[in-house]
């Protein structure tokens, strides 16, 4: 049934199985236009509590969200310059990037943003993922409760490595950054550092040699863009001379020009 389908058509019948699935929005009033039916998709998916689907939903999921990476456009590893040691800078949508792995800014209970249609990227990557990636995100936190105790909560710069599921990435590391309350403090500092030092060693574990981070923490945790970028790429730098030969590339994603500009700044001093 999936491959006789149109986009359009499976993003309609999406929404009808996602509005009964719901519960609570099954008459919710399904929009015409096709950017109102996928704000409806997305808004759904984002709230949803992990579950399994059922398996003809989860396959017209699969194949609409294959088709939405497509129409987004993927973008390889070959597409973006190497600006120096391997490090690459790249500014746009992270679920677009086809590499071994891409950084996710989770938050503690690690099951993705619940908040429909927000733009952050833990719920851009939960939506192009599809609800597999929440679920999986669930069994592994319901097995560190049985380990840790009911109250688990993913401790800051302790990655958990998950499948990429319908992202054009293999997999996808969820990290919690440091939170910056009052001010900035040099404990915060080696917190951030530790979110990228933790990330590549678990990638190096896994045999993932590429790696595309976004900017952690500094977002809605609040962490000085500027500062941030510095650890970053501070960090990166160390950890590569230090590992010779273990990654093939290490990409900084931004999406805001101003962070660009401070990546952009950073890797090219000195060159």
Known sequence: MTLKMTQDQRLTWLVEAFKADSGEYRNLETPRSPEG???????LMNIRMPAPLPPEALAVQDAYLTGRALEKGIVE???????????????????????????NAANSQMLGCFVPMHSCIDNCIHT??????????????????????????????????????????????????????????PGLEVNLADCYTNTLDLCR????????????????????????????VATVTDWLKSHPG??????????????????????????
């Open 77 to 103: 590893m070959k597409d973006i310059p190497v600006i120096r040691d391997g490090i690459s800078l790249w500014q746009g949508d992270i679920t677009r990037l086809a590499v071994d792995a891409i950084v």
């Open 205 to 232: 574990e896994n045999g993932l040699r590429s790696v595309a981070f976004c900017c952690i923490s500094t977002g809605v945790f609040r962490f000085p863009g500027k500062r941030a970028a510095e650890i970053a």
């Open 246 to 271: 273990a990654m093939d590339r290490v990409i900084f994603n931004v999406f805001k020009d101003e962070d660009k500009g401070y990546y952009a700044e950073l890797l090219t001093a000195g060159i």
């Open 37 to 43: 039916r996928r704000s409806v998709l997305r808004s």
């Open 128 to 185: 192009f993922a599809g609800v597999q990636l929440r679920a999986e995100c669930h069994r592994q936190m319901n097995r560190l409760r049985e380990q840790y105790g009911p109250d688990y909560e993913q401790p800051t710069a302790a990655p958990m490595l998950t499948d990429g599921y319908n992202l054009p990435a293999k997999k996808v590391v969820h990290i919690v950054g440091p939170i910056v309350e009052r001010a900035l403090t």
